[in-house]
């Protein structure tokens, strides 16, 4: 049973604070946010004295979804494009989230964060256990999660690094997955946190003339949600879906970053990976539809298939510099950007019915037993937990109140 809707990819703009080295060169802010959709880019190369050109505009104005600047939190940043796929993702909803932007404009800020301003990963993880905790009276949940990393267009389990290379392959519904990744079983978000800040270290970083811990690698967190009805009947719904959140690597030109050797053939990697994604991203858009979509040409997109064409809510959030220095960087993002705004996904709920045989119904008739026992057991644990709290409030009373002594009897 398939329940499909026709999808508009959501595009999010974050404009990052001024950072210390662009103070110190005294760059001008040229990116401004206008209101909450609304950017505008001056060229600061442009001569307002110039009378040849003065009737040219030097502000290009552009349209997002939403857009923030520094003043926004990492909470808003999570509400405004993440919070809302949560719901959908419990109910067979797939969903993808990515950050895009040069580097040093905050990617990874937005989707890790730091200790004290966690961003989209943990807030997500947080309010998906929320949610199905919310609930597990009815519903049974079975959640896995991945981690991997494209580095020079092979593919990294950063649960598992020694594992080598792994492969991409598709299954026989046309769903890509990663050969012989590490998929862990919880719902404990601190576990999954720890198991994330593990996967994270393991991720390949460089300093680059642009940023001190630059990522040279797309991040691909993967969650997987399985659920069903606690109630095992003869005829049962399941429903799947995945979230993926990508943190992707610097979109930097290499004459800005200053790479050399080993950076100069990451820097190539990382572009032939953007510009594929940049191709599909460009035939997506296109306004009659008839335009080929070449997922082939790199892993990031041969994975992100679903995730732009396919069955998918989609989010893509672009990050900018303020700064004049990085005009050429924010008008290419933003440009980048506006064009992922026509993308449109036909989006479904992964549901499959499972119908037991009759030799099953012994096993479900067993299950539903268990299931008895479990809610006997949880309804005698809330009696006795509130016959003990009646017996200390009456304790609480007795002990406040003291038999006034006009009231003593004399024998
Ligand atoms: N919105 C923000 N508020 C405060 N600090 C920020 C913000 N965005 C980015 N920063 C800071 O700017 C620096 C660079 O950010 P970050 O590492 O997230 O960039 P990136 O886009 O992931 O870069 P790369 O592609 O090189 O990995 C970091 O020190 C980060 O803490």
């Known amino acids: 049973m398939t329940e499909v809707a026709m999808c508009a990819s959501q595009v999010a703009l974050r404009i990052r ?33 110039d009378i040849l050109r003065a009737n040219r505009s030097r502000e290009k104005t552009y349209m997002f979804d939403v857009a923030f600047d520094y003043s926004a939190s990492q909470e808003e940043v999570y509400r405004a494009t993440t919070k809302g796929l949560i719901e959908g993702l419990i109910s067979g909803y797939n969903a993808t989230v990515f950050a895009y932007g040069p580097t040093g404009c905050g990617k990874t800020y937005t989707m890790l964060g730091t200790d004290k301003e966690p961003g989209i990963y943990v807030r997500t993880l947080n309010d998906l256990f929320r949610a199905i905790e919310e609930t597990s009276d009815d519903m049974l949940y079975s959640v896995s999660m991945s981690y991997l990393e494209i580095y020079n267009e092979m593919i990294r389990d950063l649960l598992n690094p020694s594992s080598g290379f792994l492969d991409l392959r598709e299954d026989s519904k046309g769903v890509i997955q990663v050969a012989g990744i590490t998929e862990v079983s919880t719902i404990n978000a601190q576990e999954i946190m720890e198991l994330l800040m593990k996967g994270n270290k393991q991720r390949t970083q460089e300093p680059t003339a642009a940023n001190q811990t630059s990522s ?196």
Do not use: W
């Not at 103070?23 to 004295?49: F, K, N, W, Y």
């Not at 399985?226 to 719904?237: F, I, N, P």
């Open 17 to 49: 604070p001024l950072s210390d080295a662009e103070q110190e060169e005294s760059g001008t802010i040229v990116a401004h946010r206008v209101d909450d959709q609304m950017v505008v880019l001056m060229d600061p190369m442009e001569d307002p004295d």
């Open 216 to 411: 040279r690698s797309h991040a691909v967190l993967q969650v997987a949600v399985k659920q069903q009805s606690r109630c095992r009947d003869v005829l049962q719904e399941v429903r799947f879906a995945r979230l993926f959140m990508i943190d992707l690597a610097g979109s930097e030109r290499a004459a800005q970053t200053q790479n050399r050797g080993q950076r100069l053939k990451e820097g190539a990697h990382i572009n032939r990976s953007l510009l594929a994604l940049g191709n599909c991203i460009n035939a997506l858009s296109d306004k009659n539809g008839n335009k080929y979509v070449n997922y082939r040409d790199s892993k990031l997109t041969r994975l992100l298939k679903d995730s732009l064409g396919g069955n998918s809510r989609t989010v893509m959030i672009a990050h900018i510099s303020p700064a004049s220095v990085a005009f050429e960087e924010s008008r290419n993002t933003l440009t980048y950007a506006d064009r992922a705004k026509s993308i449109r996904t036909r989006v479904k709920k992964n549901l499959i019915n499972v119908s037991y045989h009759i030799a099953q119904y012994t096993n479900i008739i067993s299950d539903l037993r268990c299931e008895i026992q479990r809610l006997k057991k949880k309804i005698a644990d809330q009696a006795s937990r509130q016959v003990n709290s009646d017996r200390a409030d009456i304790r609480h009373v007795q002990g406040n109140y003291r038999i006034p002594a006009h009231c003593c009897l004399e024998g």
